[in-house]
């Protein structure tokens, strides 16, 4: 069960020792996401060594991380330089469809009265 502080008028629930105003940060995961930014940087890939430096992390970390973000479809390597692979795709693709929609969508589909996605068609040429 969490303990909880009172600080400034609001409760922070502390669990293992960490309060919400300061997490623990998993540096691992910190590094593959500056790699990750690295190549999406990149329309036609780079190298390790490039993306080594530009992430600002050492060679070894960088070749590790490569490893494993290509085994889980994160990356991929072609003709020896690192592109972003369909895992990679599929988040930024999410992202991408969720903010397109904004508020009109949201709901169609699930019950909901169209009403958004007629607003929207309106927005449209032609509409």
């Given at each position: 069960m969490p303990h909880c502080e009172r600080t400034w008028g609001f409760a922070l629930a502390i669990v293992n020792g960490e309060s919400a105003s300061?997490?623990?940060?998993?540096?691992?995961?910190?590094?593959?996401?500056r790699l990750l930014e690295a190549v999406g940087a990149?329309?036609?890939?780079a190298p390790?060594?490039?993306?080594?430096?530009?992430?600002?992390?050492?060679?070894?970390?960088t070749y590790h991380l490569l490893r494993t973000l290509t085994h889980e479809g994160y990356l991929r390597r072609?003709?020896?330089?690192?592109?972003?692979?369909?895992?990679a795709e599929a988040i930024g693709g999410a992202g991408v469809r969720r903010s397109a929609t904004g508020p009109?969508?949201?709901?169609?589909?699930?019950?909901?009265?169209?009403?958004?996605?007629?607003r929207l068609l309106r927005c449209?040429?032609?509409?």
């Open positions: 300061h997490p623990t940060l998993i540096g691992s995961v910190q590094r593959a996401l990149h329309a036609d890939g390790a060594k490039q993306l080594a430096r530009e992430a600002g992390l050492p060679l070894p970390t072609e003709n020896g330089v690192f592109v972003l692979g369909e895992a009109y969508l949201r709901g169609a589909g699930r019950g909901g009265t169209g009403a958004g996605c007629r449209l040429p032609g509409g």
